[in-house]
């Protein structure tokens, strides 16, 4: 039995100020997606106070911050990640005494509370851009990327947007083309502007004033484009896979429109504006190139931490997903602390991604297992902690853009966004005495939290219980992962460590049994999902996808 790699972060796991391990590291963060947490008005869209009155759920979970998705004013044609207004709160979300009276109730429970900032680009219906429309000359004509169109009229590159199509719409107001990686309301603000620098630097200050613990940067790989407007070049037909084909965008490789060499700075800006407070953190999204993953966050100058889509889209659950990542992406990179996550308001959940049909309970929570023994800061995202599947959505439903473009080969990201179901008897599954905006399947109902509640081998009891353990096994929030060789395409094995606390993590994730054979120095198990069986000697018999932790 032989380890394959080293430790990870091992210089991060301390802050150089006070010789103290930072609270984000090895922390729980619980996302919750406000437009579908609980409505308290009736009007089928959450609120900030419906959070608020589920404060006391989020804090029984164990988990140590929440990270709200966009709470701004917003044309909602993506859904809060178009902004109209940095500064204040959406109508539909409630008032900004509601928000300040949810940071207090939070702090009061122990939380901490982190923002989602989309600071990349804006909705067109900001004041910024209808200014920045209006002239080639006013004082605002630069904060949006602008460029004249090529002399037939097509625009001036290859560059193609997130959700499909070309990344550049004419506007003749300006007679130009402006840039935009996602939808075409969704203006790209100019980074390459100082004054656009700032004022984004002092949106995150008016927050981090009303007292916010931090933030999650949305598309945080894209706030510097190429300012030379070069042509994306396309991924190479030896390495094109069905995910690139699935959609165009994905042919060309996004080193000009995002994940330049100079977005590097971007991310030290927001870092000095995160050291001016105490004990804050800002985690960035990085959706592409992972090879600029470690250039842009971790050490003492860049962002904190972040996270890419390696587990967030893989459909497999083979071993060498996890081993890969961390081996590969993650060993190099010792300046950088990381984040583990396998579910967002973007993606279709994990219980469908590595299970299919209308929820396994098992897989649920197997995952969260592994979710919560691999080394890093955890982000779970609401339902996680029930099982929740992905709603299969009818047309009639889709408000998606994505959807709507692909609807019915690919149905956007509506189903992994609808209302969570609270109780299960009760109308609208207990979210709002109006219509959902989203609508609440019965495999969601019969697996509400208060369902979840009066039953011991729940999906919600196994996350409390596991959060509470982890919590007690220093190894398994800040330790060291050292991962096993083993053969094949079930078994996954690491170790923890920290200090002279060892343990053993042994996942069999195929849907058949496996054995796997114990060191001698195997001690007691104190984690176990499935079937596990323990012989006389070394042996180990893992059930289908059943797992165990064991003391060394």
Same mark, same amino acid.
């Given at each position: 039995?032989?380890?394959?790699?080293?430790?990870?972060?091992?210089?991060?796991?301390?802050?150089?100020?006070?010789?103290?391990?930072?609270?984000?590291?090895? +922390?729980?963060?619980?996302?919750?997606?406000?437009?579908?947490?609980?409505?308290?008005?009736?009007?089928?869209?959450?609120?900030?106070?419906?959070?608020?009155?589920?404060?006391?759920?989020?804090?029984?979970?164990?988990?140590?911050?929440?990270?709200?998705?966009?709470?701004?004013?917003?044309?909602?044609?993506?859904?809060?990640?178009?902004?109209?207004?940095?500064?204040?709160?959406?109508?539909?979300?409630?008032?900004?005494?509601?928000?300040?009276?949810?940071?207090?109730?939070?702090?009061?429970?122990?939380?901490?509370?982190?923002?989602?900032?989309?600071?990349?680009?804006?909705?067109?219906?900001?004041?910024?851009?209808?200014?920045?429309?209006?002239?080639?000359?006013?004082?605002?004509?630069?904060?949006?990327?602008?460029?004249?169109?090529?002399?037939?009229?097509?625009?001036?590159?290859?560059?193609?947007?997130?959700?499909?199509?070309?990344?550049?719409?004419?506007?003749?107001?300006?007679?130009?083309?402006?840039?935009?990686?996602?939808?075409?309301?969704?203006?790209?603000?100019?980074?390459?502007?100082?004054?656009?620098?700032?004022?984004?630097?002092?949106?995150?200050?008016?927050?981090?004033?009303?007292?916010?613990?931090?933030?999650?940067?949305?598309?945080?790989?894209?706030?510097?484009?190429?300012?030379?407007?070069?042509?994306?070049?396309?991924?190479?037909?030896?390495?094109?896979?069905?995910?690139?084909? +699935?959609?165009?965008?994905?042919?060309?490789?996004?080193?000009?429109? +995002?994940?330049?060499?100079?977005?590097?700075?971007?991310?030290?800006?927001?870092?000095?504006?995160?050291?001016?407070?105490?004990?804050?953190?800002?985690?960035?999204?990085?959706?592409?190139?992972?090879?600029?993953?470690?250039?842009?966050?971790?050490?003492?100058?860049?962002?904190?931490?972040?996270?890419?889509?390696?587990?967030?889209?893989?459909?497999?659950?083979?071993?060498?997903?996890?081993?890969?990542?961390?081996?590969?992406?993650?060993?190099?990179?010792?300046?950088?602390?990381?984040?583990?996550?396998?579910?967002?308001?973007?993606?279709?959940?994990?219980?469908?991604?590595?299970?299919?049909?209308?929820?396994?309970?098992?897989?649920?929570?197997?995952?969260?297992?592994?979710?919560?023994?691999?080394?890093?800061?955890?982000?779970?995202?609401?339902?996680?902690?029930?099982?929740?599947?992905?709603?299969?959505?009818?047309?009639?439903?889709?408000?998606?853009?994505?959807?709507?473009?692909?609807?019915?080969?690919?149905?956007?990201?509506?189903?992994?966004?609808?209302?969570?179901?609270?109780?299960?008897?009760?109308?609208?599954?207990?979210?709002?005495?109006?219509?959902?905006?989203?609508?609440?399947?019965?495999?969601?109902?019969?697996?509400?939290?208060?369902?979840?509640?009066?039953?011991?081998?729940?999906?919600?009891?196994?996350?409390?219980?596991?959060?509470?353990?982890?919590?007690?096994?220093?190894?398994?929030?800040?330790?060291?992962?050292?991962?096993?060789?083993?053969?094949?395409?079930?078994?996954?094995?690491?170790?923890?460590?920290?200090?002279?606390?060892?343990?053993?993590?042994?996942?069999?994730?195929?849907?058949?049994?496996?054995?796997?054979?114990?060191?001698?120095?195997?001690?007691?198990?104190?984690?176990?999902?499935?079937?596990?069986?323990?012989? +006389?000697?070394?042996?180990?018999?893992?059930?289908?996808?059943?797992?165990?932790?064991?003391?060394?």
């Amino acid at each position: 039995m032989s380890f394959q790699s080293s430790g990870i972060g091992e210089n991060v796991a301390m802050s150089a100020e006070n010789n103290k391990t930072p609270w984000w590291q090895g +922390a729980v963060v619980y996302q919750i997606y406000p437009r579908s947490f609980l409505d308290t008005n009736g009007d089928g869209v959450g609120d900030l106070k419906g959070i608020e009155r589920k404060l006391d759920y989020v804090a029984a979970l164990g988990v140590d911050a929440i990270w709200l998705s966009p709470i701004y004013p917003s044309p909602n044609r993506d859904f809060g990640y178009d902004v109209s207004d940095y500064v204040g709160i959406a109508p539909e979300m409630g008032t900004m005494a509601d928000f300040d009276r949810l940071v207090r109730e939070t702090h009061a429970r122990g939380l901490k509370l982190i923002l989602d900032q989309v600071l990349s680009h804006t909705s067109d219906q900001h004041p910024w851009f209808q200014e920045s429309l209006l002239s080639r000359n006013n004082a605002k004509a630069d904060w949006y990327v602008w460029a004249e169109a090529r002399e037939d009229g097509t625009p001036p590159n290859n560059w193609l947007a997130a959700f499909g199509g070309a990344a550049w719409s004419w506007h003749p107001l300006r007679r130009q083309y402006y840039f935009h990686k996602f939808l075409k309301s969704q203006p790209k603000l100019n980074f390459h502007n100082p004054d656009v620098v700032d004022a984004c630097m002092d949106v995150l200050r008016f927050w981090l004033d009303r007292g916010v613990d931090g933030f999650r940067l949305d598309v945080a790989n894209s706030y510097v484009h190429d300012e030379h407007l070069r042509d994306n070049p396309p991924v190479p037909m030896a390495e094109r896979t069905f995910a690139n084909w +699935a959609h165009a965008p994905r042919l060309q490789r996004h080193i000009f429109d +995002a994940n330049t060499p100079e977005n590097e700075w971007a991310m030290k800006r927001v870092r000095k504006v995160m050291d001016e407070y105490d004990d804050r953190l800002a985690f960035g999204e990085f959706s592409e190139e992972p090879s600029m993953f470690g250039v842009y966050a971790g050490g003492m100058e860049r962002l904190h931490t972040g996270y890419t889509f390696d587990f967030l889209e893989d459909w497999t659950f083979k071993p060498q997903v996890f081993r890969t990542y961390f081996d590969e992406l993650l060993m190099p990179l010792d300046h950088l602390w990381p984040c583990v996550t396998f579910s967002n308001h973007d993606i279709v959940r994990p219980v469908t991604r590595w299970g299919g049909g209308q929820g396994d309970d098992a897989l649920a929570k197997l995952a969260l297992l592994l979710l919560l023994t691999l080394k890093g800061t955890a982000l779970m995202y609401q339902g996680e902690e029930l099982g929740l599947p992905e709603v299969d959505l009818e047309r009639e439903w889709i408000k998606d853009p994505v959807g709507d473009l692909y609807f019915p080969f690919g149905k956007g990201r509506d189903g992994c966004r609808t209302p969570m179901p609270w109780a299960g008897k009760s109308y609208r599954a207990g979210f709002t005495t109006g219509t959902p905006w989203l609508p609440i399947p019965d495999y969601h109902a019969v697996r509400a939290a208060d369902v979840q509640e009066k039953s011991p081998d729940s999906v919600l009891a196994f996350t409390r219980d596991l959060i509470a353990k982890r919590k007690t096994h220093k190894a398994l929030v800040t330790g060291d992962i050292r991962f096993i060789e083993s053969d094949g395409d079930a078994i996954l094995a690491f170790e923890r460590a920290s200090g002279t606390e060892k343990l053993l993590c042994v996942f069999n994730l195929s849907r058949e049994e496996f054995g796997y054979d114990l060191p001698s120095g195997a001690g007691d198990q104190i984690l176990s999902v499935g079937s596990v069986a323990r012989g +006389a000697a070394s042996g180990l018999k893992l059930g289908p996808r059943a797992a165990a932790v064991f003391t060394l």
